[in-house]
């Protein structure tokens, strides 16, 4: 997926500010202020121009990631953040597309992150360059001569734990594509002393450490070592570990890489036995022995160490043994040898462990370089990578010091030279005006150390060449009458130096103010150094050894190659080799990575501000920074420029259409910039103050925000525009859709009401037409047939007498009532009886008769009942309304009821007139006398019966005595309100009185007797006569009588058969009387 290009910058999310030249107000306060403040916030590099400063964070920083690679990947330099990618990147493009060779040449004290550095722009340039098996592989090899050379060339030292005691410059070579070839790697000056002796706190190189810790145990009897440091004098012990450090991880790092760079077993083996050899020769002690002639002589103490040292190198143990005695001198065609006392025996053997591990050393650089040179002839673009020892001032400076610092000081000089050239060159090119700045040119001092004629080195040289006894304090005589006036040397002896009278100056010293501080060099060993002198027998003997590799690193060894001349001092050819690099640097494009120590204490977080300060003065960075801003601030191309800034003129946005820099002008115009605050080069705008840099910053931020509410609001407006369209849009559709729908309906609707109300319509014409011509046709039928009939009745009256049709109604009336005659005549003569309760008649004798025959039997029994009836007398008629009455009363209620019907109601049977007995009696009633018969009363206490004469008379009911005839009660019928009796075949009644009459003071009666249905249908008749009311007459077999204060339930029940016929009564207690019935 291609990446979203965003054009960012620089001056985007800036902490303090990313480019010291946009500094404001500029000082060493705020530059060290700004600084901090970035470093405070983890931003370690800033930049000065082109020049990237990186505070070294002692801490691993996230920012080296995959990804921050290809963020920084084809971007321009300022468009992000500082970073050493960006410079690298630059770099590398400008290689790549522009076809210019360059150099990144890292400065800084040691410690201040310069190898890291060098190896971040390796690693970022190997991550960006082509891929493929090959170029990987070339990358590869290239990256990992890394850990070799640090194995062998790095030690810890107080400042750093990883100080780089030599210096490296690699050329990594490039096609045309940019894709890496190989490269080539100088090394220059070894700090060989380290080998025999470490000042204090101090380690030997990584390599012993990393041996001895990380060896099998196989490898480690092999090159017959042990594993304790303690066992080996040049190994010093008060740090043999550092902290963090694993040496033994470290040695299988270095052993792997040796692999990937193509170091073969045997070759590897053979480093690792050189390297034994030096440690085991430290071991070797002498102890002196007088000789008879008076010499001093020195002798193996120990020779064990010396047999080990031979057997591991192939030497012939004498060969060696005489090697640390004697010393031959060789001059013209004379041999001289002398013996060496134990001092110079001690002498010879370091001289030897430092020369056998600083050639190893070399062997090593020349071996990696066979193996990453490029294998083509084809032209090719080289990017230089300088990583040399930093800038080191020690309690003791000895020649290593000097010759470091002065290797920094050509740097410097360089770095002075080309910055300020191609700042120069840039105004020329951009056609500018250029005014000259001050700064410090430290090539005073370069020349205080290089001159040919007078110069420190030179002055060395010369002491070494010369005949005579030559030492230190020689030298610094020399040096004294030489570089007394020299402005930046200093001794004690030095007449016209103006500290002449600084005792702090000791003997046998001399100051050099270097531009980054004044050092105090010990001229103690400055001579042998210079002369790096390893005794021919030595030198011979090593040639002897039957180990190829030591062999090799030999070859002044070998007698048939004599050379009597004497080899170049290390001074010179230091300077020779340093010279080379100037040169070959000059002819590159510089790129300054300027590394910034932040504290003494490797710690990470400490900001010591009087370090820095010290450092930023010595770098010249303030002046960097000024030389730069001497001129203009800031530059930029015109089209970046326009781009970045043209929201802020009407004319330039959104487009300009014309050149850029006309753009920029009416811009600049546009903003009313003042004409003195910047100027037009051919390519680029120059800024002269960086406040106008930030005035156009804050311009554009402002501006930015008021575009993006601009961008917000158009595109809110546009958003809720369409938004609005197309509610609209679909709202006219749905309307359109919905009246479309609804019409339709309305249509259809319509429709269907039309065919409905047309079909009603038509159906109510056609039925109306329907009925019309019905009507129409039946009127037709009609009078076709009265027409019919009419004539018909015309026709048959005319013809009736000639038809014979009316002949057979005629008979058929005839006959019937001949018929009807004869069963008249014949019914008269077969009348039956006259009695109403004749049932016979006549048969029917024809069946059409049917109903006649029933009327006339129906007329006849009317007609003969009403006969029969005529016959009554009054009386009869009278018993008979009784027994009729009686029939609606009892009938189907009483049991008792059918046996009455036959007997006739005679009401007096007992003859009160005629019977004398009754005379009294008879006399005692007025009244007509309705019901005369004897009674049984039942015994309200013990239900046992005595016979009385009840009478009924128009008004009373009357009980009396049967023999006397003497009345016993009295009871106007008004008083009689019920008679109970039972539904049963017996004659018991109950006549209940009307309660607090006088009558019923006794109670209510019980009677039995024979005629109970004449008696009771007697006195309802009675009573109803003449109370005008109807007395109540209740059947039931459980019935309630009041005898005196009880109220008396009579029960019928079934009797027992054995007491014969006759009903019992019997009181069961005072509330039941109970009367059997059979
Ligand atoms: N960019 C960095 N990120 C993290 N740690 C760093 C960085 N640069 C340097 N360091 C730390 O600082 C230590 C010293 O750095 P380095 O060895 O690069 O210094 P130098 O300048 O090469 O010193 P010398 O001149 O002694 O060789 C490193 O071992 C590492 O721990
Ligand atoms: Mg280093």
């Not at 077993?265 to 000789?291: Q, T, Y």
């Amino acid at each position: 997926m291609a990446r979203m290009e965003v054009k960012t910058s620089l001056l985007d999310n800036m902490i303090g500010v990313g480019d010291m030249v946009l500094l404001e107000p500029l000082s060493e306060e705020t530059f060290i202020n700004n600084l901090k403040k970035r470093f405070d916030h983890s931003e370690i590099y800033t930049y000065i121009g082109s020049v990237v400063i990186s505070v070294n964070p002692y801490r691993a920083l996230p920012i080296y990631s995959p990804e921050k690679v290809e963020d920084y990947r084809n971007r321009n330099f300022y468009e992000l953040s500082p970073h050493i990618f960006a410079l690298s990147d630059e770099a590398y493009r400008s290689l790549r597309d522009q076809d210019k060779d360059q150099c990144i040449l890292i400065t800084g004290e040691s410690g201040a992150g310069k190898t890291e550095a060098s190896k971040l722009v390796m690693s970022y340039v190997a991550a960006v360059c082509g891929k493929g098996a090959e170029v990987n592989q070339v990358k590869e090899q290239l990256l990992q001569s890394n850990p070799v050379l640090e194995a062998f060339g790095n030690a810890k030292t107080v400042r750093n734990d990883n100080s780089s005691r030599f210096g490296k410059y690699m050329d990594i070579e490039f096609d045309f594509k940019g894709d890496p070839l190989g490269g080539v790697i100088s090394n220059y000056l070894l700090e060989k002393s380290r080998v025999v002796k470490q000042p204090r706190r101090e380690r030997n190189f990584h390599v012993f450490y990393q041996l001895l810790s990380g060896a099998s145990e196989e490898l480690l009897h092999k090159l017959k070592l042990e594993r304790d440091f303690s066992r080996y004098n040049y190994l010093s012990l008060d740090s043999a570990t550092v902290n963090g450090v694993d040496d033994a991880a470290n040695f299988r790092t270095v052993r792997n890489a040796m692999q990937i760079v193509g170091f073969m077993d045997h070759e590897a083996e053979a480093v690792l036995e050189v390297v034994a050899a030096v440690l085991k020769l430290g071991n070797i002690e002498f102890k002196p022995e007088s000789r008879v002639n008076g010499l001093d002589e020195s002798k193996i103490k120990d020779k064990n160490e010396l047999k080990e040292i031979c057997e591991l190198t192939g030497i012939d143990q004498s060969v060696l043994e005489r090697a640390f005695s004697f010393r031959t001198v060789e001059a013209k065609q004379e041999k001289v040898s002398t013996t060496l006392n134990v001092a110079q025996a001690y002498y010879a053997r370091d001289a030897l462990a430092k020369n056998l591990y600083s050639r190893l050393f070399s062997w090593l650089v020349n071996r990696i370089n066979e193996s990453i040179k490029a294998q083509t002839k084809v032209r090719k673009k080289v990017m230089g990578v300088l990583d040399i020892y930093g800038f080191e001032i020690f309690e003791d400076n000895s020649f290593e010091q000097f010759i470091i610092n002065y290797c920094n000081e050509k740097l410097q000089q360089i770095f002075i030279e080309l910055t300020l050239k191609e700042e120069q060159e840039e105004y020329i090119r951009e056609g500018i005006e250029w005014t000259h700045i001050d700064y410090f040119n430290n090539a005073i001092i370069c020349d205080l150390i290089e001159n040919n004629t007078n110069g420190i080195l030179a002055m060395l040289d010369e002491e070494c060449l010369r005949p005579g006894t030559v030492t230190d304090e020689t030298f610094l005589e020399k040096l004294n009458q030489v570089c007394a006036t020299h402005q930046h040397f200093e001794s004690r002896m030095s007449k016209c130096s103006r500290f002449l009278n600084d005792t702090s100056l000791p003997h046998s010293c001399f100051r050099i103010q270097h531009y980054a501080g004044k050092v105090l060099y010990q001229v103690e060993g400055f001579v042998d150094k210079n002369n790096d002198l390893l005794y021919r027998d030595l030198s011979q003997a090593m040639w002897k050894a039957g180990h190829a590799l030591i062999k090799s690193l030999f070859p002044e060894g070998n007698p048939a190659k004599i050379n009597l001349k004497r080899p170049p001092t290390a001074g010179s050819q230091f300077k020779a080799s340093v010279a080379t690099l100037m040169k070959n640097l000059q002819t590159k494009n510089p790129n300054y990575i300027r590394c910034i120590k932040p504290n003494d204490k490797k710690a990470a977080h400490i900001f010591n501000e009087g370090l820095v300060c010290h450092q930023i003065r010595y770098l010249g960075l303030l002046e960097n920074v000024r030389v730069r801003r001497a001129g203009y601030a800031f530059r930029q191309a015109y089209e970046p420029c326009l781009e970045r800034y043209k929201m802020l003129c009407k004319q330039t946005w959104p487009h300009w259409k014309g050149p850029a820099r006309s753009g920029v002008e009416v811009l600049f115009n546009e903003l009313e910039i003042p004409m003195e605050e910047y100027s037009f080069g051919r390519s680029k705008i120059f800024i002269r103050n960086p406040r106008t840099l930030f005035t156009l910053e804050d311009l554009r931020k402002q501006r930015l925000e008021d575009l993006a509410t601009l961008i917000q609001k158009i595109y809110r407006g546009w958003k809720c525009r369409t938004h609005f369209l197309l509610m609209k849009k679909s709202q006219i559709v749905i309307a359109a859709w919905y009246r479309r729908y609804s019409q339709q309906k309305r249509y259809q609707q319509i429709k269907a009401s039309a065919l409905v109300i047309q079909s009603y319509i038509r159906g109510w014409k056609a039925r109306k037409l329907l009925r019309e011509l019905k009507h129409q046709k039946r009127c037709e039928e009609a009078a076709t047939t009265i027409a019919a009939y009419w004539h018909g009745t015309q026709v048959r009256r005319e013809y009736r007498k000639f038809f014979r049709a009316n002949a057979g109604k005629k008979i058929y009336e005839f006959t019937l009532q001949r018929i009807v005659q004869k069963y008249f005549l014949e019914m008269k003569s077969k009348m039956p009886s006259l009695s109403p309760i004749d049932k016979n008649w006549p048969s029917r004798p024809y069946l059409f008769l049917d109903s006649t025959h029933k009327e006339l039997k129906r007329i006849f029994h009317l007609w003969r009942c009403k006969k029969y009836r005529d016959q009554f007398t009054d009386q009869q008629k009278l018993i008979y309304e009784e027994k009729l009455e009686a029939s609606e009363l009892f009938k189907d209620k009483k049991a008792l009821y059918p046996s009455s019907v036959g007997q006739p109601f005679q009401g007096a049977y007992l003859e009160i007139n005629k019977d004398p007995k009754y005379k009294k009696l008879k006399d005692a009633i007025e009244e007509k006398i309705i019901i005369a018969e004897v009674v049984n009363k039942i015994n309200r206490a013990n239900g046992k019966s005595t016979s009385r004469i009840f009478l009924l008379t128009n008004n009373n009911l009357l009980l009396a005595d049967q023999k006397s005839g003497q009345i016993k009660s009295e009871v106007p019928l008004g008083d009689v309100t019920k008679v109970s009796m039972s539904s049963q075949n017996d004659g018991f009644f109950a006549v209940h009185l009307k309660e607090g009459s006088e009558a019923a003071s006794k109670g209510d009666f019980l009677f039995s007797s024979d005629h109970l249905i004449e008696m009771a249908t007697k006195l309802y008749r009675t009573t109803l006569s003449q109370t005008k009311q109807k007395l109540n007459i209740e059947i039931s077999d459980e019935f309630l009588v009041q005898f005196r204060q009880d109220k008396v339930c009579v029960k019928f029940i079934q009797g027992n058969q054995k007491n014969g016929s006759v009903p019992t009564c019997k009181r069961k207690n005072n509330r039941l009387l109970e009367v059997a019935v059979p």
